[in-house]
């Protein structure tokens, strides 16, 4: 079972996010088909890497990661 609160939010859960490949910010829709509510991807939106490369994009280049180890590269790319 799933509550609502008290903004209206529910939480899927981590199960169901994990099978359908559900990521935090995802886009997604909250329709009504034949009086039942369904949660939908919404079409044409960008996906999570998208996203993330759109982000990155122009952020770096190779002379600011040269001589960088991999965590230290992935700590960059994740603003830590």
């Not at 009086?35 to 919404?42: A, E, K, Q």
Request: hydrophobic share 35%; glycine share 10%; proline share 2%.
């Amino acid at each position: 079972m799933v509550l609502l609160n008290s903004k209206g939010q529910v939480t899927i859960p981590a199960q169901l996010r994990a099978k359908h490949n559900l990521r935090e910010g995802d886009d997604v829709e909250i329709i009504e088909v034949d009086g039942t509510l369904r949660i939908v991807r919404t079409e044409g939106a960008p996906t999570r890497g998208q996203r993330l490369v759109r982000r990155l994009r122009g952020t770096a280049d190779s002379r600011d990661i040269e001589g960088m180890s991999t965590d230290e590269v992935m700590d960059l790319l994740r603003g830590e």
